[in-house]
């Protein structure tokens, strides 16, 4: 099970940091990532990280936000910076036994957190 939290109203150019919480098992072996859905959007893949630190980020976000993972905890981190008006979605942790960029590959969702940005 993932529980996501940390969304909520900030201006542009603020920050927000997003958690994911892993239970009822071990996901120290799987790829551990975040997508986003805004209104009338698909959902679109943000980044994963797996193997210790490795990560990859869509371009859309890629200098802006940061995965992280702290094993100990089961807890995977999303610190998004210089966020924008277009970074409004819910946002989603996703866990999958694979390098996922495509929802296809997902294996388990939280379920979502708000993210509005205003500007």
């Known amino acids: 099970q993932l529980q996501a939290s940390g969304g909520g109203l900030v201006q542009a150019g603020g920050s927000l940091r997003l958690s994911c919480a892993a239970s009822g098992g071990s996901f120290i072996s799987y790829y551990m990532g975040w997508f986003r859905q805004a209104p009338g959007k698909e959902r679109e893949f943000i980044g994963n990280i797996w193997s210790g630190s490795t990560t990859y980020y869509a371009s859309s976000v890629r200098g802006r936000f940061t995965i992280s993972r702290d094993y100990a905890k089961n807890t995977v981190y999303l610190q998004m910076n210089s966020l924008k008006p277009e970074d409004t979605a819910v946002y989603y942790c996703?866990?999958?036994?694979?390098?996922?960029?495509?929802?296809?590959?997902?294996?388990?969702w939280g379920q979502g957190t708000q993210v509005t940005v205003s500007s």
């Open positions: 996703a866990a999958a036994a694979q390098f996922m960029v495509s929802v296809g590959a997902v294996k388990y």
